[in-house]
């Protein structure tokens, strides 16, 4: 019956993809899922208590009496704040004596805690009122420990679909077509990935690319495309969901993932389990579940080309280092098994408390 475990209070952006499907795996799990968010979304199949509207990171420390007076009216069990820097702070002011979980997402540890000395203590603050923190790659549980909390460390990532996001007939694929998942935002360096995808077009003329994510560098990326004379070649599709997403994987090759910063992207993971040849930015995160080869340093376009254009060149080997993320894949990333992880971490905790 819904809501036997108790309630869990999700802390957390509800328009993100990340914490819309977590609350839905433990609404699957018998839990009453409530989320307290500065970002609603319209449907999420789960109550929602939205927070005055966030514009820039000092307004989180003016949320807290909103956020107390949630709190106070959930009455929840259990609090789970995502991204330490802004919930997690919020998760703990808020807390008291409710059990407090936290989970890092990558830039809140690995970057916003080196812009000033106040952020990296109050990021070292934040961390150490939580209960149970985790993180989705080995680096980013090195971050936090760093801070020296008491609560217990898990590496927990985020997990795939496998029923949703899985390979089809290599042969049945349109050519050599490539695809990014990765937001339109400088961090990705989409720019990158249309600058090698022109040295790409020069020998491969009918090579396609995909853009998936959406995000603030839209104009830009088009108006660069179009000075690459890339115009006809890539294809902007913007937000997609799983479905739409899953239909794009199905025709390519290849996905790619260069970001400057990044802990374990979940966006990796589905073409990995789509059986796509991948190439990302050589990161400690990415070094988890790829080979040598798969890697490119974080800002070298040429590096970026040749892979790609290595790739293009040999069918059977991309064919190859697909079907071998796919089966990885199955041993590793199914989604249900993590959840299923912070599922007991949950009745471990408030057995505990």
Same mark, same amino acid.
Not at 196 to 224: I, M, N, S, W, Y
Not at 326 to 334: S, V
């Given at each position: 019956? &819904?809501?036997?475990?108790?309630?869990?209070?999700?802390?957390?952006?509800?328009?993100?993809?990340?914490?819309?499907?977590?609350?839905?795996?433990?609404?699957?799990?018998?839990?009453?899922?409530?989320?307290?968010?500065?970002?609603?979304?319209?449907?999420?199949?789960? $109550?929602?208590? =939205?927070?005055?509207?966030?514009?820039?990171?000092? *307004?989180?420390?003016?949320?807290?009496?909103?956020?107390?007076?949630? =709190?106070?009216?959930?009455?929840?069990?259990?609090?789970?704040?995502?991204?330490?820097?802004?919930?997690?702070?919020?998760?703990?002011?808020?807390?008291?004596?409710?059990?407090?979980?936290?989970?890092?997402?990558?830039?809140?540890?690995?970057?916003?805690?080196?812009?000033?000395?106040? &952020?990296?203590?109050?990021?070292?603050?934040?961390?150490?009122?939580?209960?149970?923190?985790?993180?989705?790659?080995?680096?980013?549980?090195?971050?936090?420990?760093?801070?020296?909390?008491?609560?217990?460390?898990? $590496?927990?990532?985020?997990?795939?679909?496998?029923?949703?996001?899985?390979?089809?007939?290599?042969? *049945?694929?349109?050519?050599?077509?490539?695809?990014?998942?990765? #937001?339109? #935002?400088?961090?990705?360096?989409?720019?990158?990935?249309?600058?090698?995808?022109?040295?790409?077009?020069?020998?491969?003329?009918?090579?396609?690319?995909?853009?998936?994510?959406?995000?603030?560098?839209?104009?830009?990326?088009?108006?660069?495309?179009?000075?690459?004379?890339?115009?006809?070649?890539?294809?902007?599709?913007?937000?997609?969901?799983?479905?739409?997403?899953?239909?794009?994987?199905?025709?390519?090759?290849?996905?790619? #993932?260069?970001?400057?910063?990044?802990?374990? #992207?979940?966006?990796?993971? $589905?073409?990995?389990?789509?059986?796509?040849?991948?190439?990302?930015?050589?990161?400690?995160?990415?070094?988890?579940?790829?080979?040598?080869?798969?890697?490119?340093?974080?800002?070298? =376009?040429?590096?970026?080309?040749?892979?790609?254009?290595?790739?293009?060149?040999? *069918?059977?080997?991309?064919?190859?280092?697909?079907?071998?993320?796919?089966?990885?894949?199955?041993?590793?990333?199914?989604?249900?098994?993590?959840?299923?992880?912070?599922?007991?971490?949950?009745?471990?905790?408030?057995?505990?408390?």
């Amino acid at each position: 019956m &819904k809501g036997q475990k108790g309630h869990l209070c999700l802390l957390g952006d509800a328009d993100h993809v990340h914490v819309r499907r977590w609350a839905q795996e433990m609404l699957a799990r018998g839990w009453r899922v409530s989320v307290l968010t500065a970002r609603p979304m319209a449907q999420t199949g789960v $109550e929602q208590i =939205v927070l005055p509207a966030v514009h820039r990171s000092t *307004d989180w420390l003016w949320r807290v009496g909103a956020a107390r007076a949630a =709190v106070r009216t959930l009455r929840p069990d259990l609090l789970h704040a995502h991204y330490i820097t802004s919930y997690g702070y919020l998760g703990a002011r808020v807390a008291g004596r409710i059990p407090l979980v936290m989970t890092a997402w990558g830039s809140d540890l690995l970057v916003t805690p080196f812009e000033s000395r106040l &952020k990296h203590w109050l990021t070292g603050w934040t961390l150490r009122r939580a209960q149970l923190i985790t993180g989705d790659s080995a680096d980013l549980v090195a971050a936090a420990r760093a801070y020296g909390p008491a609560a217990a460390l898990h $590496e927990v990532h985020w997990g795939v679909d496998l029923n949703r996001f899985k390979p089809v007939n290599w042969a *049945d694929k349109p050519g050599f077509e490539a695809v990014s998942l990765r #937001s339109w #935002s400088a961090n990705y360096r989409v720019d990158q990935i249309l600058r090698a995808f022109a040295q790409v077009r020069r020998t491969h003329p009918q090579a396609r690319l995909h853009l998936l994510g959406g995000g603030p560098d839209e104009a830009a990326l088009k108006v660069l495309a179009t000075e690459l004379g890339l115009q006809q070649a890539v294809q902007f599709h913007g937000r997609l969901d799983d479905a739409g997403m899953a239909a794009v994987l199905a025709r390519c090759k290849l996905s790619i #993932s260069v970001p400057a910063s990044d802990a374990t #992207s979940v966006s990796l993971l $589905e073409g990995m389990a789509c059986g796509l040849a991948v190439i990302a930015s050589d990161l400690p995160a990415n070094r988890q579940w790829l080979p040598p080869e798969a890697l490119v340093p974080v800002d070298d =376009v040429e590096a970026l080309a040749r892979r790609w254009l290595a790739l293009a060149d040999d *069918d059977a080997l991309a064919h190859s280092q697909g079907a071998a993320h796919a089966q990885r894949m199955q041993t590793e990333g199914a989604r249900a098994v993590q959840m299923d992880r912070v599922d007991a971490l949950y009745q471990e905790l408030l057995a505990s408390s």
